[in-house]
């Protein structure tokens, strides 16, 4: 069974860093993209970041470009998403997904084929 299970989220201060985990299980990781997505209240999930597992080539939205890395580790079959530089517009729940599409163009939520049930990560300013 596939399973994605995200960790890490919490309450922290504009500037601050904060790191996010999604343990995955299930299958042969290196046939998928992964990816990490947001959604804020009242507004719809958006593509945060995006990594291919076998090449590891990644794939970032502009307003987290610099900010944000997204990385994985074979071993512990863990994704990543280091925040840093934190801002009150950072502040939702984080989705990590998965897909054998190509995360390196864009591919809208609804065509994603699994997904953790997120983590919440609240700003303060």
């Known amino acids: 069974q596939v399973q994605l299970v995200e960790s890490g989220g919490g309450l922290v201060q504009a500037g601050d860093s904060r790191r996010l985990s999604c343990a995955v299980s299930?299958?042969?990781?290196?046939?998928?993209?992964m990816g990490w997505f947001r959604q804020a209240p009242g507004k719809e999930r958006e593509f945060v970041a995006a990594i291919r597992w076998r090449s590891g080539s990644t794939r970032y939205a502009d307003s987290v470009k610099g900010r944000f890395t997204i990385a994985r580790d074979n071993v512990e079959n863990t994704v990543y998403l280091q925040m840093n530089s934190l801002k009150p517009e950072d502040t939702a729940v984080y989705y990590c997904?998965?897909?054998?599409?190509?995360?390196?163009?864009?591919?809208?939520?609804?065509?994603?084929?699994?997904w953790g049930k997120g983590t919440l990560v609240t700003v303060s300013s």
């Open positions: 997904a998965a897909t054998p599409k190509s995360l390196l163009t864009a591919v809208p939520p609804r065509d994603m084929d699994y």
């Open positions: 299930g299958w042969a990781l290196s046939n998928y993209d």
